[in-house]
């Protein structure tokens, strides 16, 4: 691949307790283990950051999809769920991403939606690795 642009982020300390940088950026932040996972929750952490990076990647490969198939989304939005639990002696991820597009039908938004999820870079990354649910959502 050659890449059109790369990020660098550096984490630093105690790793989901250390703090985060993201070069060229206004990120500069604490990471805390979540309470739910025995932490105290004052800070980051990397589910909420993917689940950040996962909504709106999706919503511009959406976006983008409407764009090329010359449809109106209207005022849509992308909600992306990460969860992480134990899977045998490690740790997996899964995403649910709902989808609302209320300027289209049921059936058309679920349409739409697919095609994001088949040119989303992050979807592209996810497949075959973690599960990833892709829901249309109405208002």
Request: net charge negative.
């Amino acid at each position: 691949m050659d890449a059109m642009y790369t990020a660098e982020a550096l984490a630093t300390g105690a790793g989901r307790n250390g703090h985060a940088t993201v070069k060229d950026s206004d990120l500069d932040f604490a990471l805390a283990i979540p309470k739910e996972m025995g932490g105290s929750g004052q800070g980051a952490n990397p589910e909420q950051l993917f689940a950040a990076g996962y909504a709106a990647c999706f919503h511009s490969a959406l976006q983008a999809v409407a764009r090329n198939q010359k449809v109106e989304l209207g005022d849509s939005a992308v909600g992306a769920r990460v969860g992480i639990g134990k899977q045998g002696e490690g740790f997996q991820l899964a995403v649910e991403l709902e989808v609302s597009i209320p300027a289209q039908d049921k059936d058309t938004a679920q349409k739409l939606a697919d095609a994001a999820h088949e040119v989303c870079p992050y979807s592209n990354a996810t497949r075959g690795n973690i599960e990833v649910t892709v829901t249309v959502v109405e208002d």
